[in-house]
T-cell receptor, first 114, second 115 residues
Framework: SAVISQKPSRDICQRGTSLTIQCQVD?????MFWYRQQPGQSLTLIAT?????????ESGFVIDKFPISRPNLTFSTLTVSNMSPEDSSIYLC???????????FGQGTRLTVV | DAKTTQPTSMDCAEGRAANLPCNHS???????VYWYRQIHSQGPQYIIH???NNETNEMASLIITEDRKSSTLILPHATLRDTAVYYC????????????????FGKGTKLSVKP
């Protein structure tokens, strides 16, 4: 298994500001992913955080809005930029050691934009 | 879009077996079937996964049909703490890189275990 620590666990932010969410894993992992879960909805993949190169974004998500860093094999950040109320969601970090192994999730960051 | 179809909701009596079905009729030969659950306000929790053989662990059993077009997750003795949304996901295995290995979530089945 993997122990994932996400910070902050929740935040209330003003529109127009940015928030950086941190994801720390207790061991090295090959793959890290960022998901969004809007209120009452399922999870949607935002991007794959690639170590040493630019993140791979899914359709509908762009780097300017959701810049991602992955400086090493145990840490990643997701920034939600220029926030609006529509960005109010739970943001989750997920890690995986291989494509046919289980993925583990952090407890999420509950973001409210006012 | 998710490649699986699940009932929106199900009820189960406490202590009884919960059988959650999943249809994945377009599954490819290199895709695994994964089950996760999400208890309210928590991150998704891995339950079990399989390719074509039935699998069992301490949490559940996974029964995959011979044609691999459907599967059933079995919680043998459901408790109130098993109340959650259960997600059935098909996912590519093999060499990883880029977006391979990520999970595409559908809407899942909301399981309510009742006393």
């Amino acid at each position: 298994s993997a122990v994932i620590s996400q910070k902050p666990s929740r935040d209330i932010c003003q529109r127009g500001t940015s928030l950086t969410i941190q994801c720390q894993v207790d061991s090295q992992v090959t793959m890290m992913f960022w998901y969004r879960q809007q209120p009452g909805q399922s999870l949607t993949l935002i991007a794959t955080a690639n170590q040493g190169s630019e993140a791979t974004y899914e359709s509908g998500f762009v780097i300017d809005k959701f810049p991602i860093s992955r400086p090493n094999l145990t840490f990643s950040t997701l920034t939600v930029s220029n926030m609006s109320p529509e960005d109010s969601s739970i943001y989750l970090c997920s890690v995986c050691r291989g494509a046919n192994t289980e993925a583990f999730f952090g407890q999420g960051t509950r973001l409210t934009v006012v | 879009d998710a490649k699986t179809t699940q009932p929106t909701s199900m009820d189960c009596a406490e202590g009884r077996a919960a059988n959650l079905p999943c249809n994945h009729s377009t599954i490819s030969g290199n895709e695994y079937v994964y089950w996760y659950r999400q208890i309210h306000s928590q991150g998704p929790q891995y339950i079990i996964h399989g390719l074509k053989n039935n699998e069992t662990n301490e949490m559940a059993s996974l029964i995959i049909t011979e044609d691999r077009k459907s599967s059933t997750l079995i919680l043998p003795h459901a408790t109130l703490r098993d109340t959650a949304v259960y997600y059935c996901i098909v996912r590519v295995g093999g060499a990883y890189g880029g977006s391979q290995g990520n999970l595409i979530f559908g809407k899942g089945t909301k399981l309510s275990v009742k006393p």
